[in-house]
């Protein structure tokens, strides 16, 4: 995998400074990489802060791994920390998702890569993008409403908390990531390996199985290792659905199927739950919370890091053409085109659905009065408080994650070696993996604890950045690498210095793509609800727009909708719950379309340059 802009083999030599600029040019870009390697350092010293309250916790109490690892027993009053039942509850919920999305979202990306044509596939693509994109608390709020009630009469299990519930809303969740990821795998397979296969005399389905698919198998392969780092990361959805019940294990075998309709418990949902707050910040409680949190950082770790390894580091493999015997070849052609479509029609009516159950119960949220009046707890109002938190929150966040987010990848597409861009690139990818309940955990202990901040919007802020941070670099560095080299070599020829190509021809250059990164990532992190929780925001009482920083929160829409589902017994909340959710889907919808929007534009001024 090239990581590096291609350079020329020295060194510019010394500053030549343009006619046009004068001699203290150059000292005046001299600001370029400072700005720049603090990037780096703020993705590594959030790396480093988050071990370092994991390994700090664990130092501050005595952690029995071999208890952690083999017993399900967890009781705090008598000392007994056995993390087994959380083990192997994201076990089962992970593989539950993976065996329900996996096939579809494979099928639905060949599908679209080599069933339809590009003006219907570029349309089902985009809407696939928008499912990836919504908010994962609307996915455990559509849980609560639909899921459980369905595996409450599956199963006879009152109220449907089950680990099979929460299993479909993981499968769910990750399907988007598979599809999309697949696309691109499938799409990067060159042209001319299915136009060899097909004079060959191949059909369309043994042209995808002999030609095509072999190709890209690393690609989709990462695309399911992409989906289950998501799947073991996730807190809220799952924490809605589960039932969050502590020490169960299947007794025997035949036992296991059966537990799978009742409630469980994950490692995200356990420390999702209120015991971090009991736990305090030091003693055998709070270590074994943060043994947990090693065993689930290392889990996300090595799938996230795995998973995009194996999508470019490995070399394709020469096509293999099969051709099927001739006894039932056509019909076993149709009978694969058909179930391939089939299964593109599960993502879109996922989506048609999703919006319609919006619709139906948000109404509120198209009325203006609930988006400009203040919320009168979960009894009615409106969501006004509630918006100009988030807003606040993206806002605070965009001003600290975008230059830090660019400076990082100005470093790896332009100064750092081949193997120092991919290690930078790697960490990168890891911290923007890093479960966020792991980062709210931390910025607690960090802002709310140690610095005595309380609550406050700018604790939440910075916590959300290095959800943004990677998004930003990784594109900015993917950018600077698909620059013509032609234009780095007529800027050195120029006499530019370093500093001074990066100001002239690298921000000029990278600066639509990298909005495109920043918009992706604040609609991610626009839909965040276990960080902000633990640092930033309260359900009701504080004022639309905070007077300090120091015990000083916000409301926030997350957080919002969160509470109110807890509490879905109530119709009132219930109709708050769901027009909140339609209004953050609204504004995640609106970054997201501003972001496909700049990249059309982005692919248009690429072709100019080239």
């Known amino acids: 995998m090239g990581l590096t802009l ?27 990489w400072g700005w720049a390697y603090s990037g780096v350092l703020s993705v590594l010293l959030t790396l480093t802060i988050l071990l370092g309250y994991l390994f700090t916790g664990i130092a501050s109490g005595t952690v029995d791994w071999a208890t952690l690892f083999t017993s399900s027993t967890w009781s705090p009053g008598n000392l007994a920390f056995g993390g087994l039942a959380m083990i192997y509850g994201s076990a089962v919920v992970c593989v539950l998702a993976l065996v329900l999305a996996v096939p579809v979202g494979w099928a639905a990306a060949v599908a679209l890569s080599e069933y339809l044509p590009p003006r219907l596939a570029k ?76 004079s060959l005399g191949l059909t369309r389905r043994e042209v995808v199985r002999s030609a095509v698919l072999p190709q890209a198998r690393s690609g989709m392969r990462a695309g399911v290792l992409l989906g289950l780092a998501r799947a073991l990361g996730e807190a809220i959805a799952v924490f809605m659905v589960i039932g969050r019940a502590d020490g169960r294990l299947p007794e025997s075998l035949g036992d296991v199927f059966s537990s799978l309709v009742r409630p469980g418990q994950t490692l995200t949902t356990k420390l999702a739950g209120p015991e971090p707050m009991l736990a305090g910040t030091s003693g055998p409680y709070f270590a074994a919370l943060c043994g947990l949190g090693i065993i689930l950082l290392t889990l996300v770790a090595v799938a996230t890091v795995w998973g995009t390894r194996g999508s470019t580091g490995r070399a394709a493999r020469a096509p293999r053409t099969r051709r099927s015997s001739a006894w039932l070849r056509t019909p076993k052609d149709r009978l694969t085109t058909v179930v391939r479509l089939g299964a593109l029609l599960l993502p879109g009516a996922l989506l048609l659905g999703m919006l319609g159950i919006l619709l139906t119960r948000g109404g509120a949220a198209l009325n203006p009065v609930f988006w400009f009046s203040p919320s009168e707890g979960a009894a009615g109002g409106g969501i006004r408080d509630q918006i100009i938190g988030t807003l606040l929150l993206l806002a605070t966040t965009a001003l600290i994650a975008l230059p830090l987010g660019y400076g990082a990848g100005v470093v790896i597409g332009t100064r750092a070696s081949a193997k120092t861009a991919r290690v930078l690139e790697t960490v990168t990818v890891a911290v923007g993996g890093t479960p966020t309940i792991l980062l ?110 120091v015990n000083a929160p916000v409301q926030a829409l997350p957080t919002h909708i969160f509470t109110l589902s807890q509490d879905s017994g109530a119709p009132e909340a219930i109709a708050q719950a769901w027009g909140s959710a339609l209004v953050l889907v609204l504004i995640t919808a609106g970054l997201l379309s501003l972001a496909v929007f700049l990249r059309n534009r982005f692919e248009g001024a690429r072709r100019w340059t080239t």
């Open 6 to 32: 291609e350079r020329p083999a020295q060194a510019p030599g010394p500053a030549v400074s343009r006619p046009s600029s004068g001699s203290g040019r150059g000292s005046r870009a001299r600001w370029v």
């Open 123 to 198: 349309p089902l693509r985009l809407s696939i993008e928008l499912l990836a994109a919504v908010p994962s608390i609307v996915y455990g709020l559509i849980g609560i409403m639909v899921i459980r009630p369905f595996v409450a009469d599956l199963g006879d299990v009152p109220g449907g908390d089950s680990l099979l519930a929460a299993g479909i809303v993981l499968a769910v969740m990750i399907m988007p990531t598979i599809v999309a990821v697949s696309v691109d795998a499938l799409a990067a397979v060159p042209g001319r390996y299915r136009e060899a296969a097909y």
């Open 440 to 549: 709210g955990l931390a910025g607690y202990v960090l802002f709310c604890t140690t610095m005595g901040w309380g609550r406050s919007w700018l604790a939440g802020a910075v916590v959300l950045v290095p959800v943004v941070v990677p998004v930003v670099a990784l594109t900015t560095a993917g950018r600077i690498r698909s620059m013509p080299a032609e234009i780095t070599e007529a800027a050195f020829a120029l006499g530019l210095t370093g500093s001074q190509y990066v100001r002239s021809v690298v921000i000029p250059y990278t600066w639509p793509a990298t909005l495109t990164g920043l918009l992706l990532g604040l609609a991610r992190a626009a839909g965040e609800t276990a960080p902000l929780i633990f640092t930033a925001t309260v359900f009701f009482g504080a004022p639309a727009l905070p007077t300090g920083i």
